[in-house]
């Protein structure tokens, strides 16, 4: 399995990522800096989190702009999986390849913690290694949590089972829905809040975050 | 020309900033402030002088980078140099 990391000016966990991920694939993952507008052929993107732009004007607004997102966009609508974490989840909204926005923290203070997320869709290449409602301790870093959605738009995503993760009473952000993490309509693009990176060696404190890493190897491998 | 580019949140969505200013006017002394909405104003200066095209220029803007319009309404304001 091929894996690249988006580098973006201000990005601070590509590395954690990368090395999470190549301990999982058993191999290299290669590294793609913001400005580049080609791509080797991959099967797995991964927009890591970070302060990209210094979040100016908003969180991911600048990235999702980066000549390297018009072919992420490009691939993501062919099917290739992209994961975005935390910044990299405010980036995939901002580029519409994700529905809503993350807005400041309901209680406008940065909230660096473990949480409790449960597994609302253990059907996908993102989930497949957890088990349906399984409760996974993983830290999250952000001060631009709160998940939003238009009311028809909340309905969809329901309809759709595209709400990938919920906060299990404790939202530390006050997401709409206690919504954590989501996918779109086809279950190829995920974004989270939760940094499964941080929590996928048993030197970090908590390995629940590397179910997620081996279940794109197990179904993109 | 320059334009003046107001961004707000929309109506629904929760504006923290905004709320936190409204408790501290209050506890100010200032009676009578109702919802209070913080937003963001961008200036920008423009070669174009056609105030109609210099408007359309500046909505792609916003449509494209400057305004979230999932959560944000925006609104214009010309002036000529």
Redesign the interface.
């Known amino acids: 399995m091929k894996a690249c990391v988006v580098v973006f000016p201000g990005s601070n966990c590509d590395r954690d990522v990368q090395v999470a991920l190549s301990n999982v694939i058993g191999g290299p993952v290669e590294m793609v800096w913001h400005g580049d507008s080609e791509m080797a052929a991959t099967d797995l993107i991964v927009l890591p989190g970070g302060f990209s732009y210094g979040d100016y004007l908003r969180s991911g607004a600048m990235s999702a702009r980066s000549p390297v997102m018009r072919e992420i966009i490009a691939r993501a609508e062919r099917g290739v999986a992209v994961l975005g974490i935390c910044n990299g989840f405010q980036v995939l909204t901002e580029a519409g390849l994700l529905p809503g926005a993350l807005l400041p923290n309901a209680g406008l203070k940065f909230v660096c913690r473990d949480v409790r997320v449960r597994v609302e869709n253990s059907q996908t290449p993102f989930t497949n290694s957890y088990e349906q409602g399984q409760v996974l301790s993983i830290p999250v870093a952000h001060h631009d949590g709160q998940y939003f959605a238009e009311p028809h738009t909340l309905d969809a995503m329901r309809t759709g089972d595209q709400i990938a993760f919920r906060y299990d009473d404790d939202n530390p952000n006050g997401s709409l829905d206690d919504i954590a993490g989501i996918f779109n309509q086809r279950k190829t693009v995920l974004g989270l809040m939760p940094h499964p990176e941080r929590a996928a060696d048993a030197l970090h404190g908590g390995t629940d975050g590397r179910g997620l890493l081996q279940s794109l190897v197990a179904a993109l491998a | 020309m320059k334009a003046r580019v107001h961004v707000s949140f929309k109506n629904g969505?929760?504006d923290?900033?905004g709320k936190?200013i409204g408790l501290t006017l209050a506890n100010l002394g200032f009676a009578g402030v109702g919802d209070v909405r913080q937003g963001k104003l961008i200036e920008l200066e423009l070669a174009e002088s056609d105030a109609g095209a210099a408007r359309k220029s500046v909505e792609e803007m916003c449509e494209?980078?400057?305004a979230?319009t999932?959560?944000e309404n925006y609104a214009i304001e010309l002036e000529d140099d």
Do not use: S
Request: glycine letters at 0%.
């Open positions: 969505v929760l923290p900033q936190a494209k980078l400057l979230n999932v959560i």
